[in-house]
Every structure is written in structure tokens, then in C-alpha cells.
């Protein structure tokens, strides 16, 4: 497996910071190992547990029950649960056994106390998810008319 900064740097969320506040980081990520058929982070409840990100395995992604997409390897999901407490917008199950990097989000608020740098990395990336979110909307009402 490659080294926890390595698959942290390979986050967009992450892809600019240094290497050494990539190193920091990952002092705070653990890894854990899911098994087949688990829930990782249910639709509309809280978590406690902020950002996964996949090291080997496939999760389904659903929402409101249905599947949207799977994810894999170097694939990340929770990145908002690291700003806000607010509910889970879709579930993520192990669809086999999935190994993944777990970044808390108070770990992660403490890491960003100390990197503002972080902060405003962040801010960009969440304006992104935001317009292309806007831009999703936008195509589906024009399909729609």
C-alpha cells in the first residue's frame, strides 16, 4: 500500500498542501477494514466519522435507495462531513471486503486551526462541488423542459 500521505495527496480536497502538511495529516488518518455487505455511512443519519478514502475493495453509492455509482480504490467519499455535523447524503455500503483511510472530522478541524492554507483549499473545493452541483440542476430542468 502506498504511504498515507501518497493516497492523501492523490485527494483533490489535499493535492495542494505541502508534503509536509500532507505528512501531518496523515498522522491523524487510521485504517480500517470494513466487511462485505456493512453499511460505512448511512443516508440521513449523523457520523461521527468524517472522510473515508477507498484503499482496496468497491462501496456502492445510494441514494434514496438507489444506486448512483460504485467507488474503488483511490476513490474518496465525505468530504463535507469534514466541515459540517449536518446528515449523510447518500449510503455507502462494502458491496466485498474494503479497506479504507479514516480521517475524523475533529481531527481534521484541528489539523486546518493550524494550516489556514487548508481552510481556504477547502472553501474552493466545497464552491466547487457547489457549482457543478448548480451545473447538474441547471441540465436536468433544461432536460426536463
Known sequence: MAAKD??????????GLSRRQLRALARDVSERTIRPGTTIVRQGKRSAIGFFIIVEGEAAVEVDGVEVTRLGPGDH???????????????VKALGEVRCLVLAFWDFRSFVKGNPDVA?????????????????RSRAAL???
Open 6 to 15: 501518497e493516497l492523501l495527496a492523490q485527494v483533490p480536497l489535499f493535492n
Open 77 to 91: 467519499f465525505g468530504e463535507l462531513a469534514l466541515i459540517t455535523e449536518r446528515v449523510r447524503t447518500a449510503t
Open 143 to 145: 432536460s426536463a423542459s
Open 120 to 136: 481556504w483549499k477547502l472553501l474552493e473545493h466545497v464552491v466547487r462541488l457547489l457549482g457543478e452541483e448548480r451545473e447538474r
